[in-house]
């Protein structure tokens, strides 16, 4: 099993920075592409990606948060961040870290969630 643990979230002021990091725990065998998703308030049924980066390749993001979100790993570390500035109102959310994980070589590979961290922009 692989455990996420998000952290960074808060309370912050429209035009201000916030950055998050999700830390991978557990039975790593190795870990693939890396993300940060969200879901707003009252759209319980859509989570949106906000960016991804792979072990190699093009970073991906949202249309929505370029040029303000920038989104980096640390393998070593089994760690992802977003750093997020520029935030706006819209940007509240709660956001949640997306980790694609091998645990066991003779199995695929499998998508993990951690519980998500709250960010809310606001004055």
């Known amino acids: 099993q692989v455990q996420l643990v998000e952290s960074g979230g808060g309370l912050v002021q429209p035009g201000g920075s916030l950055r998050l990091s999700c830390v991978a725990s557990?039975?790593?065998?190795?870990?693939?592409?890396m993300g940060w998703y969200r879901q707003a308030p009252g759209k319980e049924k859509e989570r949106e990606l906000v960016?991804?980066?792979?072990?190699?390749?093009?970073?991906n993001y949202a249309d929505s948060v370029k040029g303000r979100f920038t989104i980096s790993r640390d393998n070593p570390k089994n760690t992802v961040y977003l750093q997020m500035n520029n935030l706006k109102p819209e940007d509240t959310a709660v956001y949640y870290c997306?980790?694609?994980?091998?645990?066991?070589?003779?199995?695929?590979?499998?998508?993990?969630w951690g519980q998500g961290t709250q960010v809310i922009v606001s004055s």
């Open positions: 997306n980790v694609l994980a091998v645990t066991d070589r003779r199995q695929p590979a499998r998508y993990y």
């Open positions: 557990g039975s790593i065998f190795s870990i693939g592409v």
């Open positions: 960016a991804t980066i792979p072990t190699g390749g093009n970073i």
